[in-house]
């Protein structure tokens, strides 16, 4: 995000922001919702991943950094 112009905290609390809504679709997709929401709830995850994909790769200083950005979302997405 220091790329951008984020400096401190901005810098800091946008991947809070960006993994904390993709928790959020996470939950949306339980069993104690419904079928419209547990789609919602993907979509929500589905952008966020993509989001926090883009801001690994931008970020990035290398190509090492790169693939390393690339391995942290893949590894995120398996967890889930």
């Known amino acids: 995000m220091h790329k951008l112009g984020l400096t401190g905290w901005e810098a800091w ?30 979509r929500v995850q589905l952008g966020m991943g993509l989001a926090s994909l883009a801001a690994n790769v931008f970020a990035a200083h290398s190509l090492g950094g790169i693939i390393f950005g690339v391995a942290v979302v893949a590894v995120f997405v398996l967890a889930e």
Not at 17 to 41: C, N, P, Q, W, Y
């Open 13 to 42: 609390s946008a991947p809070f922001i960006i993994d904390g809504i993709a928790i959020m679709g996470m939950v949306m997709r339980g069993d104690e919702f419904s079928t419209h929401t547990r789609k919602i709830g993907f």
